[in-house]
T-cell receptor
Framework: GDSVTQMEGPVTLSEEAFLTINCTYTATGYPSLFWYVQYPGEGLQLLLKATKADDKGSNKGFEATYRKETTSFHLEKGSVQVSDSAVYFCALRGGPGTASKLTFGTGTRLQVTL | DTGVSQDPRHKITKRGQNVTFRCDPISEHNRLYWYRQTLGQGPEFLTYFQNEAQLEKSRLLSDRFSAERPKGSFSTLEIQRTEQGDSAMYLC?????????????FGPGTRLTVL
């Protein structure tokens, strides 16, 4: 079945540091890939998405590129801020003809300090 | 606020009791999903509805769990004879089906604690 593996946290960075959170997936067909973010005390929010190979999703300074050859969708940001502290989830949705559900990774907690 | 809402936000119950949660999706969204999230894990799919039809159920959804969406609007998730292992955050999401890409919007969740 479909699965998502992401790097374990917590990740602790100083403000303005470069961020990478690794995510790899296993899926049949051509899934769509997502990063969701969960800020403290809030619900899951979609951060960015990519629906086909080589697509780059971007939002709020975060980027991730859908790499089919390495089955990866790593999240990056060039300069993190304290307000980026949250839990980040990588997820996939199966391609056409598959179920509509999202399959999530276990989440990576990011803590950004001054 | 026109986001997904869930009620209650917190529920504490004793083992063996029945509990029911409600989810109100974004209006006009025809798909509604239930997920469960345990501590330190990502959300896991439980079931989803297209309008009032329940189209898929995870094997995580034991016989003690039942979900309904009677008029294709709000949904309820009932857990009968709760067990301590049912303690988790129950998340609801909704989306508007328009082909391949349909963003799921999540509610704040209902945190269940079974004593």
């Amino acid at each position: 079945g479909d699965s998502v593996t992401q790097m374990e946290g917590p990740v602790t960075l100083s403000e303005e540091a470069f961020l990478t959170i690794n995510c790899t997936y296993t899926a049949t067909g051509y899934p769509s890939l997502f990063w969701y973010v969960q800020y403290p005390g809030e619900g899951l929010q979609l951060l960015l998405k990519a629906t086909k190979a080589d697509d780059k999703g971007s939002n709020k300074g975060f980027e991730a590129t859908y790499r089919k050859e390495t089955t990866s969708f790593h999240l990056e940001k060039g300069s993190v801020q304290v307000s980026d502290s949250a839990v980040y989830f990588c997820a996939l949705r199966g391609g056409p003809g598959t179920a509509s559900k999202l399959t999530f990774g276990t989440g990576t907690r990011l803590q950004v300090t001054l | 606020d026109t986001g997904v809402s869930q009620d209650p936000r917190h529920k504490i119950t004793k083992r063996g009791q029945n509990v029911t949660f409600r989810c109100d999706p974004i209006s006009e969204h025809n798909r509604l999903y239930w997920y469960r999230q345990t501590l330190g894990q990502g959300p896991e799919f439980l079931t989803y509805f297209q309008n009032e039809a329940q189209l898929e159920k995870s094997r995580l959804l034991s016989d003690r769990f039942s979900a309904e969406r009677p008029k294709g609007s709000f949904s309820t998730l009932e857990i009968q004879r709760t067990e301590q292992g049912d303690s988790a955050m129950y998340l609801c999401a909704s989306s508007l089906d328009r082909g391949r890409w349909n963003e799921q919007f999540f509610g704040p969740g209902t945190r269940l604690t079974v004593l």
